[in-house]
């Protein structure tokens, strides 16, 4: 196909461009055409990437390979719907064959095909520690000239960001922000035993409530988390030290710049909720289903991701409550992103799709259904749209100053957080005292010290 046919199909096609089958909120509705580096973007637009055009393919036919942690339900079908049939109609000799996996098995599917020599050309996977194999590797593009050229640092949180930064270079694209660490709770039953209920301003407030529970309830835990080995209890053990010594101490932990009264006081803080809370350390499967477990009475309060609300609603439980974890206010979060392989040939290819999939109108459909955040900070959620109460309560703790901190799986090395796991166990199951275990923790941190040095939180 000739340049200029191209153009003009584009011209053609781009006024009735819908970017989510379900319809988006904003069409581009006229269309410039672009200097010959450029498809045409929306020079009306409130959008900076379609001010700015979005990456220009060739008229050779390319298949791109896209792995992606999005493994089921409507996300994953709407995922289908942008990448097969919406891309088609900016890039129509563009071809995306997409492989669903967990993220370990990304991971080994994707270093499987680099050793191969056939590296695939994109995945969307989680940021941060979640990628540092590949960072260091060199096997991903470097794709910060993108963020310097649409000045994408300007509507994407700090937190989110530096999921894909490695030594001030950006590899990959934040796509979603998926809410995690919330308290969940069934009201009628707090409204029954007269316990006051969250949200809890300190977590002083919190064990108040729990010695009240204790009193009518005993025996039934008043705070129950997922202790299984997929949801490490030490990674949990940092978010909620976090919001109890502030922002600043989870990143001297996620630095590797933590003292050993960090970890002391990480260890003293847990032992104490441990009274009040599930108890199973040493086999590390407590209470898997946390929302089941409250559901039928047997907790008070869960500590959950965005989907234990849906867990709540199918139980036909419509007087559930949710809030931020007590004391200082943080949101924390696992990131979604996509990054694109370097030698596969086809990264020209991954690149439009990446920068398309930071459009705004992309990130809010897709994530309305997955009911996540987008990773832009300038998509406001509304309820008309169809969004939870979950993600718009997220939402507006943000607005009112909830400082977004990464998951301890994204935002600290995890062998060094698996290495650390079994002397965190150890104290909380009495095996070796708080001291010790303070500093065999600080000693394995200094002993990775050349871990950390890919990412600096801040």
């Known amino acids: 196909m000739k340049r200029a046919a191209v153009l003009f199909l584009l011209v053609i096609l781009l006024p009735t461009f819908s970017l989510y089958a379900g319809g988006a909120q904003e069409r581009v509705e006229s269309v410039n055409v672009a200097p010959i580096e450029k498809l045409p973007g929306d020079a009306n637009s409130k959008d900076m990437i379609l001010q700015k055009g979005l990456p220009q393919l060739s008229d050779d036919p390319v298949k791109v390979d896209y792995l992606t942690i999005w493994t089921s339900g409507k996300s994953a079908d709407a995922e289908a719907v942008w990448l097969n049939d919406e891309l088609s109609t900016l890039y129509p000799n563009l071809e995306v064959e997409i492989e669903r996996l967990s993220t370990n098995a990304l991971k080994e599917a994707a270093t499987v095909r680099v050793i191969a020599g056939t590296p695939p050309t994109m995945a969307r996977i989680s940021g941060g520690y979640a990628i540092d194999e590949f960072v260091k590797q060199g096997l991903l593009q470097d794709v910060t000239r993108y963020w310097e050229e649409y000045q994408i640092e300007d509507f994407v949180s700090s937190s989110l960001a530096n999921s894909f930064k490695f030594n001030g270079r950006y590899y990959g694209f934040p796509f979603s922000d998926a809410p995690q660490g919330l308290l969940f709770w069934n009201k009628d039953v707090f409204d029954q035993f007269g316990i006051p209920e969250p949200p809890y301003e300190s ?28 949801w490490y209890g030490l990674e949990r053990a940092f978010i909620q030290a976090a919001t109890k010594f502030g922002k600043e101490y989870i990143y001297r932990i996620f630095n590797g710049e933590a003292t050993e009264k960090d970890f002391k006081d990480l260890i003293e803080f847990n032992k104490k909720l441990v009274t009040v809370s599930n108890k199973d350390y040493v086999s590390l499967e407590g209470t898997k289903g946390v929302q089941e477990v409250v559901i039928r009475g047997d907790a008070a309060i869960c500590y959950s991701g965005s989907w234990g609300y849906a867990a709540f609603t199918a139980a036909g439980i419509d007087n559930v409550g949710f809030s931020l974890l007590p004391g ?21 290819a991954g690149e439009a799709i990446a920068l398309n999939a930071m459009l705004k109108d992309v990130q809010q459909n897709l994530n309305l259904v997955k009911d996540n955040l987008p990773a832009r900070t300038d998509t406001v959620v509304s309820a008309e749209e169809g969004w939870s109460p979950v993600a718009l309560y997220i939402e507006e703790q943000i607005r009112e100053g ?13 062998t060094v957080l698996s290495s650390m796991e079994p002397i965190f166990v150890s104290c909380m199951t009495d095996e070796i005292s708080v001291e010790e275990g303070a500093r065999k923790l600080y000693e394995i941190q200094e002993a990775n010290s050349d871990k950390f040095n890919l990412i600096h939180w801040e």
């Open 328 to 348: 200082q206010p943080m949101h924390f979060t696992t990131t979604s992103g996509l990054v694109i392989f370097s030698n596969s040939g086809k990264e020209e």
């Open 203 to 230: 977590w002083d407030e919190f064990f108040l409530a729990a010695e009240k529970w204790n009193e009518v309830r005993p025996g039934v835990p008043f705070y129950t988390y997922s202790l299984n080995p997929g």
């Open 402 to 414: 909830a400082e977004i901190i990464p998951r301890a799986n994204s935002g600290f090395p995890s």
